[in-house]
């Protein structure tokens, strides 16, 4: 007789599969969580990133009034303050999470352990507890690549006296190096890059290719990579060949010595892989179960997030956010996460599913400059034979961009020859992330952008209007 335990629902990850279980639990909910509730984004991502480069940006506000004609200093950047105050908020919302399932309801139990597929429906701990399910939601997330370099140990990497650490636990860390290497080209890179320098680090970025974030629009690529050499040593073209690590405790500096792939010696106190992120998929035992894998790792889903198994959907199995999304980013999660919310829902009452829409995808890039983008950059749409025409307009040619003496912000649009529908939108600057929003709903909603600028308001002098000047020009 089996003794494995049974739920009606059972969830992987308590990221944004956290949002899944509602206050009106019908059958028996299990919820699986071997790290902290909240997933990436709360605890080791977007969410206290943000908050970091907040305070580099008041850090680095000097420089910014200068150009204004103020003068200003400052006097020291208190990192463990900084720090604990971020994770001390962060840290009771985990906490409070945790809490608050593990005491909602009887009807739902919070594993915090491993688990991993022995079958279709059937999951094991790693404590050797055995569960099946009626229905099954995958949110177990990604992680962080960890590249094969000579004299790099995988299993010290993020250890609490290593130099070599992940995003996992840069955010943590005890102090802020003097010197900081990042390999790797992508947001995690540039927003880093952008914390550590204006908390006091001197920073080189070591990029494999020639352009930093790939598959942005090219005019944004170039303009990125023209702002931030002006206060990193950003090397193209070039990657670490072998990492030499001084023994723990050792007081020589620096921590590390890094070999080039241009024959040059980089000596670094603290490397930072951000080389991308690999989907949890290979710690699921996902063989077991018989479900499809793209080659990238990430699981197979259809359009109503259900879980594939040789080409064909498992009702009652989903699937959400980094371990199966194209899009790494939390508020596809969230998105994803309420369609399978709805869907389950639907399929109690035999009603029709939910499909998922990631046709606007926006993201934004809380570097220096700041960048957000939606849509097709003009590379895409041009290679999609389409004509298509393009509207450009810079802050300094409005008034608000006056006030901040930006030199180099712009919004660019994409759209299809006649100005009828906007096919991409792309923003550097300041607050570029909240000016691309209207701009998102435009694409998403099919709106006529020519009709959308016309017909209201901008609000004068205000930074609204570099969108509303760009969108004039189609």
Same mark, same amino acid.
């Given at each position: ?11 992987? =990850?308590?990221? /944004? ?21 909240? $997933? ?16 580099? %940006? ?10 204004? $004609? &103020? ?33 909602? /309801? ?32 995958? #949110? ?5 690549? @960890? ?9 010290? &990497?993020? #250890? ?24 790797? =080209? ?16 001197? &920073?080189?970025? +070591? ?53 080039? /792939?241009?024959?040059?010696?980089? #000596? ?7 080389? $991308? ?19 990238? $790792? ?12 040789? =080409?064909?959907?498992?009702?009652? @199995? ?27 829902? #639907? ?8 499909? &998922? ?48 003496? %930006? ?5 660019? +649009? ?61």
């Amino acid at each position: 007789m089996s003794t494995a335990q049974h739920a009606d629902l059972a969830i992987i =990850g308590a990221g /944004s599969g956290n949002t899944v279980p509602g206050e009106d639990l019908q059958g028996r909910t299990v919820l699986f969580e071997r790290g902290l509730f909240g $997933g990436t984004c709360l605890n080791a991502g977007c969410i206290p990133s943000k908050m970091l480069v907040k305070a580099a %940006e008041a850090a680095l506000s000097p420089a910014d009034a200068a150009r204004l $004609g &103020v003068e200003l200093r400052v006097e020291r950047t208190d990192w463990p303050g900084i720090r604990d105050r971020v994770f001390d908020r962060i840290d009771r919302i985990e906490a409070g999470g945790r809490e608050y399932r593990q005491s909602q /309801s009887p009807q739902l139990q919070a594993v915090t352990e491993t688990v991993r597929f022995t079958g279709p429906r059937r999951l094991v701990t790693d404590s050797g507890a055995e569960w099946t399910a009626d229905r099954i939601v995958i #949110a177990a997330g990604a992680r962080p690549v @960890v590249p094969a370099i000579p004299g790099l140990d995988p299993a010290r &990497v993020d #250890a609490p006296d290593s130099a070599v650490c992940t995003s996992e636990t840069l955010m943590r860390r005890a102090e802020v190096p003097g010197h900081a290497t990042i390999v790797g =080209g992508g947001y995690v890179a540039m927003e880093m890059a952008h914390v550590l320098q204006g908390l006091g680090s001197e &920073v080189t970025v +070591l990029v494999r290719s020639e352009t930093l974030l790939r598959g942005h629009d090219a005019e944004i690529r170039r303009t990125l990579g023209e702002a931030v050499q002006e206060h990193w040593d950003v090397r193209f073209g070039t990657t670490a060949t072998k990492v030499t690590e001084r023994e723990p405790g050792a007081a020589s500096a620096p921590a590390l010595e890094l070999e080039l /792939s241009d024959g040059g010696v980089l #000596a670094t106190d603290l490397l930072l892989l951000a080389a $991308g992120r690999t989907p949890n998929t290979d710690q699921l035992g996902l063989a077991a179960a018989g479900y499809d894998l793209h080659l990238d $790792g990430r699981l197979a889903v259809d359009e109503y997030q259900r879980v594939l198994a040789g =080409g064909e959907p498992q009702q009652g @199995v989903y699937a959400l956010g980094d371990i199966c999304s194209p899009f790494q980013l939390k508020h596809v999660a969230n998105h994803e996460a309420r369609v399978v919310t709805a869907n389950l829902q #639907a399929e109690r009452g035999r009603e029709p599913l939910t499909a &998922v829409n990631h046709r606007a995808v926006p993201s934004a890039v809380f570097s220096s400059p700041q960048i957000a983008s939606v849509g097709l950059t003009e590379e895409d749409a041009r290679a999609e034979h389409r004509d298509v025409l393009i509207a450009r307009h810079d802050y300094a040619d409005v008034a608000y961009g006056w006030a901040l003496e %930006e030199k180099r912000g712009f919004v660019k +649009l994409v759209a299809t020859a006649d100005g009828s529908r906007l096919l991409g939108a792309h923003i550097l600057g300041p607050d570029a992330a909240s000016l691309l929003q209207p701009l998102i709903g435009v694409i998403a909603l099919d709106l006529d952008p020519r009709r959308f600028v016309r017909e209201q308001y901008w609000i004068h002098p205000a930074l609204p209007e570099v969108v509303e000047n760009a969108l004039l020009k189609l």
